[in-house]
């Protein structure tokens, strides 16, 4: 990616490169590790590894690294999974994206509050994964539309004060499944500035989510037990 500055004299320009991500995977699955450099020819893939384990002990310089949650593949010694590989991982400081196929609230919450920056569904088209990618290297924060959804509803419990007035308009539309140049339409801004205040939004609550166990979230939401699995975000049309 190019981005062009104007110099001191017309048509006189300078060119900043902005750098590839550096990018490690942790997958069990040999077709996702071999994938990556084909599929994604902007990064430099600077490793793959069929568990945490081996990616902490090769230690490479990523500026994200690609988390599965089952990482059991065939081998018939026990590694580490779920939460608790992205805990080793975070810990070890790198970024930390999750790239899954599990939907349980309980799990994705449990992965924000062990560090990682980001969730991606593997169901998701293959340009989610891309635009997350870059996302989380540039430090921000990327969630699943089903969190998004608790997001709104920790904000309509009072658990997220802190939102701005603008960044509750721009959470109750995305909760609803509204586009971001929707969104600036209706509250009269750029498409940008609404993908801005979302951004501030992520990043409060994924604040919120490591201070919070699931079952804190199920008391202070008014959830029954074991609600992060079963509640749904709203359904009904923007506001």
């Known amino acids: ?11 006189d320009h300078r060119t900043t490169v902005t750098p590839a991500p550096r990018v490690a995977a942790v997958d069990d ?38 988390v599965d949650l089952n990482l059991a593949g065939t081998g018939p010694a026990p590694v580490l999974q779920g939460p608790a590989a992205v805990r080793a991982v975070v810990r070890a400081g790198y970024r930390v994206l999750v790239f899954t196929s599990e939907v349980r609230r309980t799990i994705l919450v449990d992965c924000l509050t062990a560090g990682a920056q980001g969730i991606v569904h593997k169901a998701e088209p293959l340009a989610a994964l891309g635009d997350a990618v870059e996302a989380v290297a540039a430090g921000q924060i990327v969630i699943t539309q089903e969190l998004t959804g608790l ?12 939102l701005s007035g603008r960044e509750r308009e721009v959470l109750a539309g995305r909760a609803r499944g509204e586009s971001f140049r929707s969104i600036a339409r209706r509250l009269n801004i750029t498409p940008q500035t609404a993908t801005g205040y979302m951004n501030g939004v992520k990043t409060k609550f994924a604040a919120y989510l490591r201070d919070h166990s699931p079952a804190d979230l199920e008391h202070y939401l008014g959830l029954e037990p074991a609600g992060l699995t079963d ?5 009904t049309g923007p506001r």
């Open 29 to 66: 699955n040999t077709i996702i590790r071999d994938s990556l450099c084909p599929l994604f020819p902007g990064w430099e893939v600077v490793g793959c590894f069929r568990d945490a384990e081996a990616l902490l002990a090769a230690r490479p310089a990523a500026d994200v690294v690609i």
């Open 1 to 11: 990616m190019t981005t062009e500055h104007p110099g001191e004299h017309p048509g």
């Open 151 to 162: 997001a709104e509803l920790a904000e309509r419990r009072k658990q997220l004060p802190n």
């Open 231 to 235: 509640w749904q975000p709203p359904t």
